[in-house]
T-cell receptor
Framework: EDKVVQSPLSLVVHEGDTVTLNCSYEVTNFRSLLWYKQEKKAPTFLFMLTSSGIEKKSGRLSSILDKKELSSILNITATQTGDSAIYLC??????????FGPGTSLSVIP | DTGVSQDPRHKITKRGQNVTFRCDPI?????LYWYRQTLGQGPEFLTYFQNEAQLEKSRLLSDRFSAERPKGSFSTLEIQRTEQGDSAMYLC??????????????FGPGTRLTVT
C-alpha cells in the first residue's frame, strides 16, 4: 500500500532558528512530491518536486528531492512566528492520485 | 471568486442520519478529489474523479460513503447512517490535467462534520 511518512511529527523552535522537515515515501508509480502548508484552514501549495537534486526555493523555504533514497526535505531558515503551521508532504502517483503524510506540526515561539 | 467552494462549511448531525456535502471545483478543472482529515492527521484520500468518471475509491471507505460527479462539474459526497467516527473535516480539491506531472491541487475550505 502506498505510504508517506513524515518526521518529526511535531517541533517547537525559537524565532530565528533553522528547521529541517523530513518526508519519505513508498509508492508505486511515483510522479512527483508535493509540500503544503496548512494553518487553520485548507492546505496551501508550497512546492512540487519531480527531479532529484534540484533545489526549489521560495524566500526562506527550500526543498529538495532524493529519488534514490525515496525522500525529501523541507528547510525553513530564520523562522518566524508566522511559519507556525502543519507542513504536509504528499506524493502524486500514476493517474494523479495524491497520498498525504501525517504532517509535521511546527510551532515557532518568540 | 473562482476558487474551490464547499457547502456547507459546518454540519452537525445526529448519529444515524444521512448527510450530503457539495463541492464546486474551479470551472476549468477536470480532476476533483475528496479527502477526510481528522485532528493531527494529514488529509486521507477518499476518492477522485476525472470529469464524471470516478477513477478510484479508497479501500478504507465503507459502503456508507458514496460520491458522484454527474455532469463533470460539481460533486457530492454522501454519508449514510453517520457514526461518531465520521466526525472530521471533509476537504475537496480540484486540478487540471497538465502536461506531465506539473500541476497543483487547489483545496476548498472544507466541510467540518460533527456527529453527536
Amino acid at each position: 500500500e502506498d505510504k508517506v511518512v513524515q518526521s518529526p511529527l511535531s517541533l517547537v523552535v525559537h524565532e530565528g532558528d533553522t528547521v529541517t522537515l523530513n518526508c519519505s515515501y513508498e509508492v508505486t508509480n511515483f510522479r512527483s512530491l508535493l509540500w503544503y502548508k496548512q494553518e487553520k484552514k485548507a492546505p496551501t501549495f508550497l512546492f512540487m518536486l519531480t527531479s532529484s537534486g534540484i533545489e526549489k526555493k521560495s524566500g526562506r523555504l527550500s526543498s529538495i528531492l532524493d529519488k534514490k533514497e525515496l525522500s525529501s526535505i523541507l528547510n525553513i531558515t530564520a523562522t518566524q512566528t508566522g511559519d507556525s503551521a502543519i507542513y504536509l508532504c504528499a506524493v502524486k502517483t500514476s493517474y494523479d492520485k495524491v497520498i498525504f503524510g501525517p504532517g509535521t506540526s511546527l510551532s515557532v515561539i518568540p | 471568486d473562482t476558487g474551490v467552494s464547499q457547502d456547507p462549511r459546518h454540519k452537525i448531525t445526529k448519529r444515524g442520519q444521512n448527510v450530503t456535502f457539495r463541492c464546486d471545483p474551479i470551472s476549468e478543472h477536470n480532476r476533483l478529489y475528496w479527502y477526510r482529515q481528522t485532528l493531527g492527521q494529514g488529509p486521507e484520500f477518499l476518492t477522485y474523479f476525472q470529469n464524471e468518471a470516478q477513477l478510484e475509491k479508497s479501500r478504507l471507505l465503507s459502503d456508507r460513503f458514496s460520491a458522484e460527479r454527474p455532469k463533470g462539474s460539481f460533486s457530492t459526497l454522501e454519508i449514510q447512517r453517520t457514526e461518531q467516527g465520521d466526525s472530521a473535516m471533509y476537504l475537496c480539491a480540484s486540478s487540471s490535467i497538465g502536461g506531465g506531472a506539473n500541476y497543483e491541487q487547489y483545496f476548498g475550505p472544507g466541510t467540518r462534520l460533527t456527529v453527536t
